[in-house]
């Protein structure tokens, strides 16, 4: 079981380094979606700075939205699911690691881009270390709730679309916590709170989306 | 009709596809190094039985056991005993032949296929091309070198000589051979001829349901068949 956990997890990865540029879409999604924003609404330093956390956890959460549909659409497509379906790994598990796969691919590179582009947005240094802590928390949490979305749209051409609509509503709580707790390192008004509720979502979310997204696929497999 | 304790075995196995009734009452029993080959004109339900037997499907009346026991118990008990080949290949562009071969290893959860199997199929030679480059007669022969890499006492093939040609067939029906010779058990739906010697033929043309049976009018259609309230 513990062979099938990671040898899904390193085929996922190892697909992903030979994707080429494909699987650099998100990141380079976020890098984008965030530099528009000094574009758009000026180059001035404090409206930056207080609009900076807001920015780059909104552009983190469109960018996380726009690779979930490649979570299970490929193995299902070419029949790998099937194969994968046949093994010991109970599906929840599968679910697991397709998530774990999906965040280290998409949401790992984020927290990378993500300070960079706080010096971008000019935002202040108190704030550094928690959305750090905060994309650490949120990101897997993301990954985690949008498998159920992916699996709920596997299979359905176009299902890109109604994975945003059955997802963006389940991904508010983060935002509005993730946000909450780099606004308060700035100001001042501690972030402990937020984080800790954070940490609460993802502990919910992988105990409980495995079951909904293993449920979906056993459907899309019928 | 008891054959409880068959090693594999259906009993009026009946399917229905998006409220379509497929097929009813399709039984058999399979003891070690038995095969069983399944025909019948498209939409017949091969693939749906296939299906049903591999546990992707829930069987809409009747049951499928296990040594006796109702395959839907231990459903992961059945993963690991049966290969499944379908008709979709399953090949990443990306990844090379030995590449596929360690991960249809690994999901079954062995740490590493066996390495002399790609020369049964005739693959050796193409080990470390990728999927991409591989022709479709090559991309069917790595999908059935999946039924070498790890043991599993069940095989269920869906059309598995679809896009082979001649002498690679020859190599699936002596993959075949070998395999029930070693007590392990076949299923074959197919319209190609594979040579399955010994094994039992379900037409699956006499299974399915006429508009007219379900009308009731059809007697004679229906004669010897059970009534439509058993399932």
């Not at chain 2, 059309?159 to 699936?172: F, H, I, K, M, Y």
Request: hydrophobic share 55%; aromatic share 6%; charged share 15%.
């Amino acid at each position: 079981m513990v062979t099938a956990f990671f040898g899904l997890i390193g085929r996922d990865l190892r697909l992903a380094a030979r994707g080429g540029i494909g699987s650099l879409v998100t990141v380079v999604f976020f890098v984008i979606a965030v530099s528009l924003f000094p574009l758009g609404v000026g180059p001035e330093s404090a409206l930056l700075e207080r609009i900076a956390p807001g920015v780059l956890w909104v552009c983190a959460l469109l960018a996380t939205m726009l690779s979930l549909g490649r979570m299970f659409d490929e193995d299902f497509e070419d029949g790998s699911l099937e194969i994968i379906a046949l093994g010991p790994l109970p599906l929840e598990l599968v679910v697991l690691a397709k998530a774990l796969a999906h965040w280290l691919i998409t949401g790992l590179p984020l927290m990378i881009a993500a300070p960079v582009l706080a010096v971008l947005l000019n935002m202040s240094t108190e704030g550094f270390a928690v959305l750090m802590i905060s994309l650490l928390l949120g990101t897997p949490t993301l990954s985690l709730i949008g498998s159920v979305g992916a699996a709920l749209t596997v299979g359905l051409r176009r299902g890109g679309v109604l994975i945003s609509l059955l997802v963006l509503p389940l991904y508010v709580p983060v935002l509005i916590f993730a946000v909450g707790a780099v606004e308060g390192a700035i100001f001042g008004l501690g972030e402990q709170a937020n984080l800790l509720i954070l940490a609460g979502g993802l502990l919910a979310a992988l105990a409980l989306t495995p079951w909904a997204s293993a449920a979906a696929l056993r459907m899309a497999l019928e | 009709m008891n054959d409880g304790t068959a090693r594999f075995a259906a009993r009026e196995v009946a399917c229905i596809r998006g409220e379509r009734p497929v097929f009813r009452d399709v039984s058999f029993a399979l003891e070690p190094g038995a095969g069983l080959i399944l025909r019948g004109p498209n939409g017949s339900g091969k693939s749906s039985l296939i299906r049903i037997l591999a546990g992707f499907l829930k069987p809409a009346g009747g049951m499928v056991a296990w040594g006796g026991e109702n395959m839907t118990v231990a459903p992961e008990a059945h993963n690991a005993r049966c290969h499944y080949v379908g008709h979709l290949e399953a090949v990443k562009a990306a990844l090379t032949v030995a590449e596929h071969l360690a991960f249809w290893a690994a999901v079954k959860g062995f740490a590493k296929a066996d390495d002399n199997i790609l020369a049964a199929l005739d693959l050796e030679d193409l080990a470390e091309v990728p999927g991409r480059f591989l022709s479709a007669g090559q991309k069917r022969r790595l999908t059935l070198t999946r039924l070498l890499a790890t043991p599993a006492e069940l095989w269920l093939l869906d059309e598995p000589s679809v896009t082979l040609d001649g002498q690679s067939a020859a190599r699936l029906e002596a993959m075949l051979a070998a395999h029930r010779a070693g007590g392990g058990m076949a299923i074959v739906a197919t319209h190609a001829e594979i040579a399955l010697p010994g094994a039992e033929t379900i037409d699956m043309a006499n299974h399915g349901i006429s508009a007219a049976a379900l009308l009731g009018e059809s007697a004679d259609a229906a004669a010897g068949e059970p009534d439509y309230g058993t399932w």
